[in-house]
Every structure is written in C-alpha cells, then in structure tokens.
C-alpha cells in the first residue's frame, strides 16, 4: 500500500528525478518479464507461468506494432 509521498520519496533516494516513471493499477494474474540483450535488442519475453517457471512468449510480443524492440543493453524489464 503505497501512502501520500511515499513514490516521490523513494524517487528522491534512488535519484531519480530525471526519468520517466510510469505508475498504475496492478492487474492479478497479468505479469511479464522483458530481457534485451548486450546490444539493446529484445531477446526474451516471459510470463509468470506456473510461479516457478515462465512461459515464453517471445515470438507472440514480436508481432505488436508499438512492442519496444530496442533498449539499454542488458536490460531486464519487469511489469505486473
């Protein structure tokens, strides 16, 4: 449960000011992760799956047309 202040101060402490930050409802049962490799490119999408093991769904995230293909290398991107 987040508390009035609470975001602006935890962006304050990391020193983030300057980035862009999206916030929003959280959705049960919607949940991926996103790998791009060591040249930025996207290399991997996973569901949550069982909670143990993710389902992949690369090829299937490859195909929406605003899908970022490119990003920092080596970047892990994880959203609920």
């Not at 300057?18 to 929003?24: A, D, E, G, R, W």
């Not at 049960?28 to 040249?39: E, P, R, T, V, Y």
């Not at 389902?55 to 920092?72: G, V, Y």
Request: proline share 4%; aromatic share 8%; net charge neutral.
């Amino acid at each position: 449960q987040l508390y009035q202040g609470d975001v602006e101060r935890w962006v304050a402490k990391h020193r983030l000011q300057s980035t862009n930050i999206v916030l929003s409802d959280k959705l049960d049962g919607n949940s991926i992760q996103l790998g791009f490799g060591k040249m930025g490119d996207f290399a991997i999408g996973l569901t949550r799956g069982d909670g143990y093991e993710g389902a992949d769904c690369t090829r299937h995230l490859q195909h929406i047309p605003n899908f970022p293909k490119k990003a920092e290398p080596n970047m892990i991107v994880r959203a609920e």
